[in-house]
């Protein structure tokens, strides 16, 4: 009978306990990450600890690495806080690491943050104080931005000051914008820059009527025909050396493409030679036709501008 | 006469109470049983230890010659299938049909019958009570003596071998009384059935019983023809029959 | 002095012997989840009566849920001039703690006390009984239906539960101040991950289980007599409560492990 009635009471008081444990083990977990894990212990003083409570985390180089253990007062002007940080990090802790008391978030819990200090200086004991810089608070950085904006509020009076003057005509600066003999001397000197353009205005007219020697070479148009016949022959001489050059395109073709002795000749090297230096011949005789109307061209610029006597001249 | 359910020596406590000492008894086929008794003498127990509703601590409980006490879940459904069990208020299921009580009952055990066998099951049942208008009735719209009329129908679907009548007669008016006194003698004659009848009413164990046992704390105090007893001297027998 | 120390002594005895029994039902019941017959037609009729039983309550107390917290969180969020964060806000305290604990709770009251009465009716009318007689297992048809039933549609309700709360909250914002519906939603689901989605949906599948484990458990120990109906669905309502405080503990825990916060 009691073998009955003692099993649920056994397996009653297992589960709840257990399931009480089980509960009791997560928030005493949840409270001090830190239990299963070796730590050391590195203390710290502050002066204002600015709501640092047990149980905040402890950050290095922004990784959480441990906890606060302890806040305790030792004097009126110190406070002391011991860190519990974890063993993995012991090496990269240095004595002249510095500790400092920083928020997660604007709005969030205080923390304690860790600079790395240099590596010469030798990993930190157990038990060893580091050195705490003092803290950018929220309040401090109000206090300093209301610094910044009394000085530009300082800045920008002065400034009104300085344009009131301009305003009122004091200083160079300000007789320049205000006075009016400035404008009166920059009106004249239009004037006179109006009255050389009317000038050049009437030079260009002259020419334009075949006044003087430009005009007559501007506007006479015999000058103009006769330049236009100079023209028409050096356009029938270009075509002459185009019929040349046509005829020789032809020839070369046909030792290409032609039959019997021609073709046999054209595979000869000694007649390929001849060939050769035929048309480099040839070239040099179109060499000869391109100089000889270069001189013609500068003939002709001379003539244009010596000006007169361009009759004897133009037959070349 | 072939015995169909023994028992001997048959022990049950609750919290260290006895509620039944050696129990002794013999049920032949063709054969009823009524059992009398004050409330709180354990005769119902005594039922229920037949089918093994509960699990008595001591003794033997042969039905068919089988130990009840002793086997496993597949054999004792076997038993189950045999011995139907007829319980105080019908025990119909609230949330079914007269029909789904009844199809309820054989479903488990005679899964191969097809859709009209299951039917005409059901429908002869309900006619053997006399209660085949009721076939779509919730059992809410029934009365006392309609559900149990219903539940021995339920009960009889499986044509068991013995039926134990848990006090079938109770909280009905006398008329009803008689009605199911006579359904149970009809019962009897029409499968041959053996029954155990547990009851306080004088009426129904004088019309049905062969054998009249009377019960009292836990133990079987008198028992013989119901003629026997009611000649007996002893007082406390003679309370029952007065 | 002396009956002071039995009586405490006695009610832990007592209080242990329940946690046993109901851990002991609870091992049965699960044996009866792998144990064929499967009642699939039991299960659905089971599940489609719970579902359709609470979800008015339900759709009711998400959407007042949804609206009231919002309003009332509101100043404060005001204050902070963060008024764009109250629906992300919202969206992750209804999916992660209010929709489920409620819809629970409501669940505890209407199904678990449901299950209890009826399965105490069953029991004090011997149904329970005749079906065993019968050779169907009750464990089987009647308390493993349930279970799987409250099991499946508990999580089915607290995610409607969510899905109207969502919705009067932005309703009481919309109240207040002119939102769209779409940024509502994407404010709203900006904030929710898989972190907060996912273990509060394991969280409700043990919270229906619990819910159905309790009601039964309650109704099939229920003593014979009829005011035992009235006291199993009493005390299937307290458990059942109570239990899911206790998951909900557990759970908070564990997806704190888990996920880290």
């Known amino acids: ?316 | 006469m072939e015995t169909v359910i023994e028992i001997k020596h048959l022990e049950k406590a609750f919290n260290d109470i006895p509620v039944l000492t050696d129990i002794n008894l013999e049920l032949k086929r063709g054969e009823n049983i009524a059992i009398l008794g004050k409330s709180g003498t354990g005769k119902s127990v005594l039922t229920k230890c037949i089918v093994r509703l509960v699990q008595a601590d001591d003794g033997e409980v042969l039905v068919l010659g089988n130990d009840v006490l002793r086997m496993d879940d597949e054999q004792l459904n076997e038993i189950r299938k045999k011995v139907g069990y007829l319980f105080q208020g019908g025990a119909l299921y609230d949330s079914m049909t007269v029909r789904e009580n009844l199809e309820f009952q054989i479903r488990r055990t005679q899964l191969e019958k097809n859709k009209t066998e299951l039917r005409q099951l059901v429908e002869e049942s309900l006619e053997n009570v006399g209660l085949l208008d009721a076939i779509n009735k919730m059992p809410g719209e029934l009365s006392g003596g309609m559900k149990k009329r219903i539940g021995l129908a339920r009960t009889l679907i499986l044509k068991p071998k013995v039926i134990l009548y848990d006090e079938p007669t109770t909280g009905l008016d006398p008329v009803t009384s008689g009605e199911i006194s006579e359904l149970i003698l009809a019962v009897q004659e029409k499968y041959n059935t053996s029954s155990i009848i547990i009851t306080h009413d004088i009426k129904c164990a004088k019309m049905t019983a062969n054998q009249v046992k009377i019960m009292k704390d836990g133990k079987f105090y008198a028992e013989g023809t119901f003629s026997e007893l009611c000649e007996s001297d002893d007082q406390e027998v003679k309370a029952y029959f007065s | 002095m002396e009956t002071l120390k039995e009586n405490i002594l006695g009610s832990l005895e007592r209080f242990f012997t329940e946690v046993g029994s109901i851990l002991l039902f609870t091992g049965n019941v699960i044996r009866q989840f792998f144990t064929a017959p499967f009642e699939h037609k039991e299960l659905l009729k089971q599940g489609y009566y719970i579902g359709n039983k609470t979800l008015p309550l339900i759709a009711i107390t998400g959407f007042i849920m949804g609206l009231v917290l919002t309003l009332q969180s509101r100043p404060v969020m005001v204050d902070f001039g963060a008024e764009s964060l109250l629906p992300g806000m919202i969206a992750i305290s209804i999916v992660r703690e209010i929709g489920p604990v409620i819809t629970a709770l409501l669940c505890a009251g209407k199904i678990s006390s449901g299950i209890g009465a009826e399965l105490g009716a069953m029991k004090v009318t011997e149904q329970l009984d005749a079906m065993e007689v019968s050779g169907a297992k009750p464990l089987n048809y009647v308390v493993a239906t349930r279970v799987m039933a409250t099991t499946i549609l508990v999580p089915i309700l607290v995610f409607f539960a969510d899905a109207v709360g969502l919705f009067g909250s932005f309703a009481a914002l919309n109240m207040r101040e002119d939102i769209s519906f779409r940024l509502f939603l994407s404010l709203a689901f900006d904030s929710l991950g898989f972190a907060d989605v996912i273990p509060a949906t394991i969280k409700t599948i043990f919270f229906g289980f619990f819910i159905g484990l309790i009601g039964s458990y309650k109704g099939y120990t229920a003593d014979r007599g009829t005011e035992s109906v009235g006291l199993s669905a009493n005390s299937a309502v307290v458990t059942a409560s109570l239990v899911i405080f206790i998951i909900d503990l557990v759970a908070v825990q564990l997806s704190e492990l888990i996920y880290g916060f």
């Open chain 1, 1 to 316: 009978m009691s073998k009955f009635k003692s099993r649920p009471l056994k397996l009653g008081m297992l589960v709840s306990v257990g399931l009480l444990l089980f509960v009791m083990a997560v928030y005493y977990l949840g409270s001090k990450q830190n239990l299963f894990s070796s730590t050391f212990t590195v203390t710290s003083h502050f002066y204002d600890v600015k709501g640092l409570v047990e149980g905040n985390k402890v950050r290095y180089s922004g990784i959480s690495v441990g906890t606060v253990s302890s806040v305790d007062i030792i004097s009126d002007s110190t406070i002391s806080v011991e860190m519990l940080i974890n063993q993995k990090v012991w090496e990269f802790v240095r004595k002249d690491s510095k500790v400092e008391i920083g928020r997660e978030g604007l709005m969030g819990s205080k923390m304690v943050i860790i600079h790395p200090g240099t590596p010469e200086a030798g990993t930190v004991e157990d038990n060893e104080m580091l050195e705490s810089i003092k803290a950018i608070d929220v309040q401090e950085i109000i206090q300093e931005a209301r610094g910044i904006i009394d000085d530009s509020r300082m800045l920008s009076k002065s400034l009104l000051e300085m344009s009131e003057k301009i305003n009122n005509g004091d200083g160079d600066l300000g007789r320049l914008i205000n006075e009016n003999t400035i404008t009166t001397k920059l009106g004249q000197a239009g004037d006179e820059l109006l009255a050389f353009a009317k000038n050049a205005n009437e030079i260009s007219g002259k020419v334009n009527r075949g006044e003087g020697d430009l005009g007559r070479l501007v506007n006479d148009s015999a000058i103009t025909y006769e330049l236009t016949f100079t023209l028409n022959h050096l356009k029938q001489m270009t075509a002459h050396a185009d019929s040349v050059t046509m005829e020789m395109l032809l020839f070369s073709k046909e030792l290409n493409e032609g039959e019997g002795l021609l073709n046999r000749l054209v595979y000869d090297r000694e007649m390929a030679q001849h060939v050769d230096t035929t048309i480099v011949k040839v070239g040099q005789g179109v060499d000869e036709v391109v100089q000889t109307a270069g001189k013609i061209r500068e003939s002709w610029i001379l003539n244009l501008f010596s000006g007169r006597d361009k009759k004897d001249k133009q037959a070349d």
